[in-house]
């Protein structure tokens, strides 16, 4: 039988500590730990951040990992910054309301629709750094949203909503205003998406079933693509490309931990989030790289605070085992 010189043509080095900088593939015997190791595709895992300082379910998220805006949530009007250790609070939305969609980045979000106490709202509100000012209505007033969809505030796309108002319709924003666009193929509540204006995905939701159908956008149509693993609604995804997405938890009539990540093709189920929610806000640059916070843990009741970091890095170095 051919041994590992055999196959590759030189042997496996042995170093009495591991290197400081391994690429992908290597392999190498520690002498001082006694162990095979190598270098691999890198495994994602969930951390736990700073918790919000106000608990609260079916808030709208902008911008990336250590840069995020949580903005509303049932019936408050709360905003919250995060710098990738802790959460201060910042101005608040003009009106308060849960249910909403939002996008953009920290110095410049767009939060639009959701549901307040006289009913589904039509109002948009734009984010300055430092105020919001209302600007141009939804064409529909909606509640029950995407979020998670990427986006400035002169340029952004959301879709879906509760059925009874508009569970196909799909808005485009131009920094001024909101025109209708192509219909989705599959109306739905509680979806979530990625992307940008005019090349955008949207996954999940209830129609009123929770569905696992996903849908990609190509700026002037919707076409259906592979399905997520699992269907269901609620759950939180940061404002990746359409070609790299996150879906993290979720509600299949109860909370859900499961995470699926989106590589422009197919889903993948990863590493589940430590607490299952649902109406978490999700924000994040890639599949590599995202948030998710606040939720509720039991419908109409458990708020929560926690916030959870997603990482995935590109190799980790493993231990080569026999097993």
Not at 155 to 182: D, H, K, R, S, Y
Not at 196 to 215: I, K, N
């Amino acid at each position: 039988m051919a041994d590992y010189k055999g196959i590759k043509g030189f042997t496996i080095p042995t170093v009495s500590s591991d290197p400081s900088n391994p690429i992908l593939g290597q392999i190498w015997y520690n002498s001082t730990t006694k162990t095979l190791k190598g270098e691999a595709v890198g495994v994602g895992a969930w951390a736990s951040g700073g918790t919000l300082n106000t608990a609260r379910p079916w808030i709208a998220g902008a911008g990336i990992k250590t840069a995020t805006l949580a903005m509303g949530g049932e019936g408050k009007d709360d905003v919250e910054s995060y710098n990738g250790t802790s959460w201060t609070a910042v101005n608040p939305i003009n009106s308060a309301r849960g249910y909403l969609a939002g996008f953009g980045t920290l110095a410049a979000a767009i939060v639009a629709g959701g549901s307040n106490p006289g009913g589904a709202s039509a109002l948009c509100e734009e984010f300055d750094g430092t105020n919001w000012s209302e600007v141009g209505d939804l064409n529909t007033a909606r509640q029950d949203l995407a979020s998670g969809v990427k986006g400035t505030t002169s340029a952004g796309i959301i879709f879906g909503g509760a059925l009874a108002a508009c569970g196909t319709c799909a808005e485009q924003w131009n920094g001024t205003g909101w025109t209708e666009v192509g219909d989705l193929n599959t109306g739905r509540a509680r979806p979530s998406g990625a992307g940008t204006e005019s090349a955008a995905l949207v996954y999940g939701g209830y129609t009123p079933s929770y569905t696992a159908t996903t849908e990609s956008w190509n700026g002037s149509s919707w076409t259906e693509v592979n399905a997520l693993n699992t269907a269901r609604g609620g759950g939180s995804s940061g404002g990746g490309p359409s070609t790299s997405a996150l879906y993290a938890s979720g509600y299949t009539g109860v909370g859900v931990a499961i995470t699926e990540s989106w590589n422009g093709t197919s889903w993948t189920e990863v590493a589940d989030v430590a607490t299952a929610r649902n109406g978490a806000a999700g924000t994040g640059a890639s599949n590599a790289s995202g948030i998710i916070a606040g939720g509720e843990t039991q419908p109409g009741s458990a708020k929560s605070d926690v916030t959870e970091e997603w990482t995935l890095p590109d190799t980790a170095t493993v231990t080569v085992t026999t097993s």
